[in-house]
């Protein structure tokens, strides 16, 4: 079977492990959420549950191309005239989850939108992750 099966699979099995978002219908719609870069959809609280969520998220959907803080460039970042930023580097630290999430939705630079792959809680999700690299 095809590649991108095998991640949806990990990913159901994820999602069966990890806690369920509890959100309104209108929060699992695809559509875009960002209107004059501004998310139209509520934040997901920072709760552990998301966080852990979040996490398994950007590993399938992030961490081919991103680093974490201190590992190598990624065999796919490395490709980039400009590689792309470490989660905890000065690009990403500071960044609110809004600005995070519209980011992930509407791409950046070389980045493509996720909004396709990732519904807004599943985005809001990523960006508690991507914070929760820089709590200190």
């Known amino acids: 079977q095809c590649p991108r099966h095998h991640i949806h699979v990990v990913l159901e099995i994820a999602k069966a492990t990890i806690a ?8 699992n719609s695809r559509a875009v959420a960002v209107v004059n870069n501004q998310p139209l959809t509520a934040p997901l609280p920072a709760t552990e549950d998301s966080i852990q969520r ?3 998220l950007y590993n399938l959907h992030c961490a081919h191309c991103h680093m974490i803080a201190g590992e190598e460039l990624t065999p796919v970042g490395a490709k980039f005239t400009v590689p792309p930023p470490a989660m905890t580097s000065e690009r990403v630290t500071g960044r609110t989850a809004e600005s995070i999430f519209v980011t992930i939705t509407q791409g950046r630079g070389l980045m493509l939108p996720l909004a ?13 992750y991507v914070l929760s690299l820089n709590a200190d």
């Open 20 to 27: 369920p978002v509890t959100q309104q219908p209108a929060q």
């Open 54 to 56: 979040g996490e398994v």
């Open 116 to 128: 396709e792959n990732l519904y807004p809680d599943e985005r809001w999700d990523v960006a508690n």
